[in-house]
Antibody
Framework: DVQLVESGGDLVQPGGSLRLSCAASGFTFSNYWMHWVRQAPGKGLVWVSRINSDGSRTSYADSVKGRFTIFRDNAKNTLYLQMNSLRVEDTAVYYC????????????WGQGTLVTVSS | QSVLTQPPSVSAAPGQKVTISCSGSSSDIGNNYVSWYQHLPGTAPKLLIYDNNKRPSGIPDRFSGSKSGTSATLGITGLQSGDEADYYCVTWDNSLVLFGGGTKLTVL
């Protein structure tokens, strides 16, 4: 069964750092592009970042560029999001999503992990 | 403010039909596939429609999608109480992924 399980969400102070993980199982992780999407309280889903199957290409939303880094460890079947210089407005549930090669849609999503940035 | 424009809310009675629009531009919807997702906050979003009008296995034919020019539409017929959720359109624009602002569906 295909599963994506996010973890690492926590309460952190503004300016702090946090690393999120997304553990994949039930499929060949190294064949898929992976994305992070977030939802702030009371707001809609917003795309954050993506990485290609071998980790050589990444893209970021302007709101996180220069502060967040997406990377992956295909040997551990895990996707990561390193978040630095966190702001109050980064408070959100963060979801990881799988996109097939050559596809333009999210085939599978995780349940999300909550990041709260507050003093 | 989202690049893709959706109505904030729609509503209809059980058994009725509802449509949700998604408006973009020539560089996003006009030049790329659109997908649609059903979401209850705190849960995993669910793929309803991909490549403008295709349904994944397990999605009933009550759900349909279409695209014309720079706009796309999700249709839901035979509304059920379980359809109450937020619905999002998504498309690509070069290396970026664009989400609509979301539409809250209320089944009266």
């Amino acid at each position: 069964d295909v599963q994506l399980v996010e973890s690492g969400g926590d309460l952190v102070q503004p300016g702090g750092s946090l690393r999120l993980s997304c553990a994949a199982s039930g499929f060949t992780f190294s064949n898929y592009w992976m994305h992070w999407v977030r939802q702030a309280p009371g707001k809609g889903l917003v795309w954050v970042s993506r990485i290609n199957s071998d980790g050589s290409r990444t893209s970021y939303a302007d709101s996180v560029k220069g502060r967040f880094t997406i990377f992956r460890d295909n040997a551990k079947n895990t996707l990561y999001l390193q978040m630095n210089s966190l702001r109050v407005e980064d408070t959100a549930v963060y979801y990881c999503g799988r996109v097939g090669n050559g596809a333009f849609y999210f085939e599978k999503w995780g349940q999300g992990t909550l990041v709260t940035v507050s003093s | 403010q989202s690049v893709l424009t959706q109505p904030p809310s729609v509503s209809a009675a059980p058994g009725q039909k509802v449509t949700i629009s998604c408006s973009g531009s020539s560089s996003d919807i006009g030049n790329n596939y659109v997908s649609w997702y059903q979401h209850l906050p705190g849960t995993a979003p669910k793929l309803l429609i991909y490549d403008n009008n295709k349904r994944p296995s397990g999605i009933p034919d009550r759900f349909s999608g279409s695209k014309s020019g720079t706009s796309a539409t999700l249709g839901i017929t035979g509304l059920q109480s379980g359809d109450e959720a937020d619905y999002y359109c998504v498309t690509w624009d070069n290396s970026l992924v664009l989400f609509g602002g979301g539409t809250k569906l209320t089944v009266l």
